[in-house]
């Protein structure tokens, strides 16, 4: 056992600043819903709805970056030096600039004619069309963060990027603070006030990241600048391939939610304001486990660079391990303190009372998520992501959602057969990638290193 503990203890102190980064990342979210919240449920909704479209090209192409810490762990642990390791940085930078500009037009494409379509009030739909035509001007630089982001966490120093979380947080609760309720002599925005408070911290954070890369040591042997023009596009192909698997992955389990959403629309305002507070507050749960999972790849991937087999499975257990302690954690705080949870996101009577069912409904899956999660993360750092994959689409798009759509709409559910999809796919996606992980554990795998690369 004292080799598995010492894996836990060293796969802790990786994963918690990866979770501190992560779930100050992801409560910018959660401060612009809360803000939107107490200025009142229409710019709530139209909040609402505008993150959750935008939320799917934004787990897309978060899930894609993820492969390059896959991908710099296993090289770093095969022994590939610091300017190899920039060179596939900088195809990532320059693949990053490609997919968010298609992000961008995508999200202002959607911005009239999906929310159109939705059984919301006009002045909800207008709201949030003109958040995601503002909150689309972040698509490129949080394609550029994704990528710097991983690039230190698999160097394995996660605090830089939990200092630079923390900076964007700041930035977003002063301007949302400002913004939407119309202070310090400015106007009243409402929800656009909430877009542009994004848009800001994410450049914020953007900066941070290049002070960081320009005076850190570590980073600085990475020498960006130099190689960025000449290699733009090195590695880019591999990392496509290794990505877009993972990005599926997370897009599979990220449209089940969201799609889930825009159904829950149809049952009116109060319906999709309450799903959003629930779900905002579980998303917020579910950065820990992936954070965990995160930490797992590059432990595993570490491992598995430098040949040895036993560690890379201990590390992937450890992970695993982690992510239901912490599962059942939060769940027993859904289930104990539901009011108080709800009561930090609005004080409407109705929008509260339903968001309480569905905050129960979220604490059933906790642990499902966690596994499937952590899980997920072992065999990333493995490499394997094709057979994830797969197992992640059948299990929320072949089971979740019929399930949901039946329990909603001909069994008359409503929103709660939604939420009951949800926990039966991520049952299943739990069952599965665990089944993955335990076959593959001890396998060996290619070998990764790659050629030195010649001075700048």
Same mark, same amino acid.
């Given at each position: 056992?004292?080799?598995?503990?010492?894996?836990?203890?060293?796969?802790?102190?990786?994963?918690?600043?990866?979770?501190?980064?992560?779930?100050?990342?992801?409560?910018?979210?959660?401060?612009?819903?809360?803000?939107?919240?107490?200025?009142?449920?229409?710019?709530?909704?139209?909040?609402?709805?505008?993150?959750?479209?935008?939320?799917?090209?934004?787990?897309?192409?978060?899930?894609?970056?993820?492969?390059?810490?896959?991908?710099?762990?296993?090289?770093?642990?095969?022994?590939?030096?610091?300017?190899?390791?920039?060179?596939?940085?900088?195809?990532?930078?320059?693949?990053?600039?490609?997919?968010?500009?298609?992000?961008?037009?995508?999200?202002?494409?959607?911005?009239?004619?999906?929310?159109?379509?939705?059984?919301?009030?006009?002045?909800?739909?207008?709201?949030?069309?003109?958040?995601?035509?503002?909150?689309?001007?972040?698509?490129?630089?949080?394609?550029?963060?994704?990528?710097?982001?991983?690039?230190?966490?698999?160097?394995?120093?996660?605090?830089?990027?939990?200092?630079?979380?923390?900076?964007?947080?700041?930035?977003?609760?002063?301007?949302?603070?400002?913004?939407?309720?119309?202070?310090?002599?400015?106007?009243?925005?409402?929800?656009?006030?909430?877009?542009?408070?994004?848009?800001?911290?994410?450049?914020?954070?953007?900066?941070?990241?290049?002070?960081?890369?320009?005076?850190?040591?570590?980073?600085?042997?990475?020498?960006?600048?130099?190689?960025?023009?000449?290699?733009?596009?090195?590695?880019?192909?591999?990392?496509?391939?290794?990505?877009?698997?993972?990005?599926?992955?997370?897009?599979?389990?990220?449209?089940?939610?969201?799609?889930?959403?825009?159904?829950?629309?149809?049952?009116?305002?109060?319906?999709?304001?309450?799903?959003?507070?629930?779900?905002?507050?579980?998303?917020?749960?579910?950065?820990?486990?992936?954070?965990?999972?995160?930490?797992?790849?590059?432990?595993?991937?570490?491992?598995?660079?430098?040949?040895?087999?036993?560690?890379? #499975?201990?590390? %992937?257990? =450890? $992970? /695993?391990? +982690?992510?239901?302690?912490?599962? @059942?954690?939060? *769940? &027993?705080?859904?289930?104990?303190?539901?009011?108080?949870?709800?009561?930090?996101?609005?004080?409407?009577?109705?929008?509260?009372?339903?968001?309480?069912?569905?905050?129960?409904?979220?604490?059933?899956?906790?642990?499902?998520?966690?596994?499937?999660?952590?899980?997920?993360?072992?065999?990333?750092?493995?490499?394997?992501?094709?057979?994830?994959?797969?197992?992640?689409?059948?299990?929320?798009?072949?089971?979740?959602?019929?399930?949901?759509?039946?329990?909603?709409?001909? #069994?008359?559910? %409503?929103? =709660? $057969? /939604?939420? +009951?999809?949800?926990?039966?796919? @991520?049952?299943? *996606? &739990?069952?599965?990638?665990?089944?993955?992980?335990?076959?593959?554990?001890?396998?060996?795998?290619?070998?990764?290193?790659?050629?030195?690369?010649?001075?700048?």
């Amino acid at each position: 056992m004292r080799p598995f503990v010492t894996e836990l203890q060293r796969t802790l102190r990786l994963a918690l600043p990866i979770v501190g980064s992560q779930l100050l990342f992801m409560s910018m979210g959660t401060v612009d819903t809360i803000f939107a919240g107490h200025h009142g449920p229409q710019t709530l909704a139209a909040v609402a709805l505008g993150t959750n479209i935008f939320f799917l090209g934004f787990v897309t192409l978060s899930g894609l970056f993820l492969a390059l810490a896959a991908r710099l762990s296993a090289l770093r642990g095969a022994g590939t030096g610091p300017q190899a390791l920039g060179q596939q940085l900088c195809g990532a930078l320059g693949l990053a600039t490609l997919l968010g500009l298609g992000w961008m037009a995508l999200s202002m494409l959607s911005a009239k004619l999906v929310i159109s379509q939705l059984g919301v009030s006009p002045v909800v739909q207008e709201g949030a069309a003109r958040y995601l035509y503002i909150v689309s001007l972040a698509c490129v630089p949080l394609c550029w963060t994704f990528a710097l982001r991983n690039t230190i966490e698999a160097l394995q120093r996660p605090r830089i990027p939990l200092l630079i979380g923390l900076i964007g947080l700041t930035v977003n609760v002063v301007v949302d603070a400002v913004l939407i309720y119309g202070r310090w002599g400015l106007p009243e925005m409402g929800s656009n006030g909430a877009a542009w408070a994004s848009v800001l911290s994410v450049l914020a954070m953007l900066a941070a990241y290049g002070v960081a890369y320009g005076q850190v040591p570590l980073l600085r042997g990475l020498h960006l600048i130099a190689q960025l023009r000449a290699h733009a596009w090195t590695g880019s192909v591999a990392l496509l391939k290794l990505g877009v698997p993972v990005a599926l992955i997370l897009t599979a389990e990220a449209w089940l939610f969201q799609v889930g959403a825009l159904f829950i629309a149809q049952f009116g305002d109060t319906a999709i304001a309450a799903h959003q507070i629930a779900i905002n507050f579980a998303a917020m749960a579910f950065m820990v486990p992936l954070s965990i999972g995160m930490a797992a790849t590059v432990r595993v991937g570490d491992a598995l660079g430098r040949g040895d087999r036993v560690a890379a #499975a201990r590390a %992937g257990n =450890a $992970g /695993i391990v +982690i992510a239901i302690g912490f599962a @059942l954690l939060s *769940a &027993a705080l859904m289930w104990a303190v539901p009011g108080a949870i709800i009561g930090l996101y609005t004080a409407d009577p109705e929008v509260s009372a339903m968001a309480v069912g569905f905050l129960g409904f979220a604490a059933l899956f906790q642990l499902f998520d966690g596994i499937q999660a952590s899980a997920n993360g072992a065999l990333r750092g493995r490499q394997d992501t094709r057979t994830p994959m797969i197992i992640t689409v059948i299990a929320y798009w072949g089971v979740a959602m019929p399930t949901a759509i039946w329990l909603a709409f001909p #069994a008359n559910m %409503g929103p =709660a $057969g /939604i939420w +009951i999809g949800f926990i039966v796919g @991520l049952t299943v *996606a &739990a069952t599965g990638l665990t089944w993955r992980w335990w076959a593959l554990r001890r396998r060996a795998v290619p070998d990764w290193r790659v050629a030195p690369a010649a001075s700048p």
